[in-house]
Nanobody
Framework: QVPLVESGGGLVQAGGSLRLSCAASGRTFSSYGMGWFRQAPGKEREFVAAIRWSVGSTYYADSVKGRFTISGDVPRNAVYLQMNHLKPVGTAVYYC??????????????????WGQGTQVTVVS
């Protein structure tokens, strides 16, 4: 399988911004869309945002609406997450994922068939 590789995580103060990137390493593959999830210590992986390539539709968790923006590069199977006005509660490992089956459940991990290894985002107050 062609792996997904995230980058752009780091340490930031509350109110600051980070831009996460995710792209296929090496040979590209086809997907119907991509998404971002995050997982804090001791918590389940939760949906953050997703984008569907065919219509350019974007979806966001209520907790990040108005602060995060997802965008993508279809030929490269790359997806980006611009995160503004970050909060300490956003501290987590952020994962990107690819929808390989035109899933109707993009807000759930089961809707994706390929995942990256994650990148740590730490927001300090």
């Amino acid at each position: 399988q062609v792996p997904l590789v995230e980058s752009g995580g780091g340490l930031v103060q509350a109110g600051g911004s980070l831009r996460l990137s995710c792209a296929a390493s090496g040979r590209t593959f086809s997907s119907y869309g991509m998404g971002w999830f995050r997982q804090a210590p001791g918590k389940e992986r939760e949906f953050v945002a997703a984008i569907r390539w065919s219509v350019g539709s974007t979806y966001y968790a209520d907790s990040v609406k108005g602060r995060f923006t997802i965008s993508g590069d279809v030929p490269r199977n790359a997806v980006y997450l611009q995160m503004n006005h970050l909060k300490p509660v956003g501290t987590a490992v952020y994962y990107c994922a690819a929808d390989l089956k035109d899933s109707s459940i993009l807000e759930f991990p089961a809707g994706y068939g390929r995942w990256g290894q994650g990148t740590q985002v730490t927001v300090v107050s």
